[in-house]
């Protein structure tokens, strides 16, 4: 199975900062990787597939890159409602597995 | 607008079979397009994939999981249901369902969980 490692594990940032969040994967997964944020007591939500396209409704401040096994999340100007734990996931190939999550605080 | 609804029992014993099901209404559970999955995160932990099914019933399991997991789907009541046997304390989990579709990108077609039920919480308890 593929493994995906998430760095940092935790964050302190202040609104207005730019925060990158990078996703390693254990073996190339090609561009099959997603990202979720999730805030406390709901369900995961889909930002980004295909390691960089953005979804729709998905503010143009999130953004991400990479492809092969190093994966990147920016968020360009982090804004209150951002302060969430962010997960990515590898669809290359089953199982669909998720990283161990990031999750960004109130400095 | 589709939409994605767990029930089931909220508190099952050790040992027993936890059983849910994901009630899908706005959209077809039987459209070629998509996959319907499983998703669990025990309090305070990551997300961990379960399983998926397609409409003709065709599954993949997490292999972590695959010995006990069994889930299955009623095109007739737009529904797909979740079945976990001998539980213990590690199961206590938020349960969630989850659409996985796909988009073309360039040359290749990728895939991603786009639509999620709420989530329920079950405990594994006597």
């Given at each position: ?107 | 607008?589709l939409q994605l609804q767990e ?15 994901c009630t899908v209404s ?10 319907w ?60 369902c989850a659409r ?15 639509v999620w039920g709420k ?8």
């Amino acid at each position: 199975d593929i493994q995906l490692t998430q760095s940092p594990s935790f964050l302190s940032a202040s609104v207005g900062d730019r925060v990158t969040i990078t996703c390693r994967a254990s073996q190339g997964i090609s561009s099959y990787l997603a990202w979720y944020q999730q805030k406390p007591g709901k369900a995961p939500k889909l930002l980004i597939y295909a390691a960089s396209t953005l979804q729709s409704g998905v503010p143009s401040r999130f953004s991400g890159s990479g492809s092969g096994t190093e994966f990147t999340l920016t968020i360009s100007s982090l804004q209150p409602e951002d302060f969430a734990t962010y997960y990515c996931q590898q669809l290359n190939s089953y199982p669909p597995v998720f990283g161990p999550g990031t999750k960004v605080d109130i400095k | 607008q589709l939409q994605l609804q767990e029930s089931g029992p909220g508190l099952v014993k050790p040992s027993e079979t936890l059983s849910l099901t994901c009630t899908v209404s706005g959209g077809s559970i039987s459209s070629s397009s998509y996959y319907w999955g499983w998703i669990r995160q025990p309090p305070g932990k990551g997300l961990e994939w379960i399983g998926s099914i397609y409409y003709s019933g065709s599954t993949y399991y997490n292999p972590s999981l695959k010995s006990r997991v069994t889930i299955s789907v009623d095109t007739s009541k737009n529904q797909f249901s979740l079945k976990l046997s001998s539980v213990t304390a590690a199961d206590t989990a938020v349960y969630y369902c989850a659409r996985r579709t796909g988009d073309r990108v360039e040359t290749y077609y990728y895939y991603y969980m786009d639509v999620w039920g709420k989530g329920t919480t079950v405990t594994v308890s006597s």
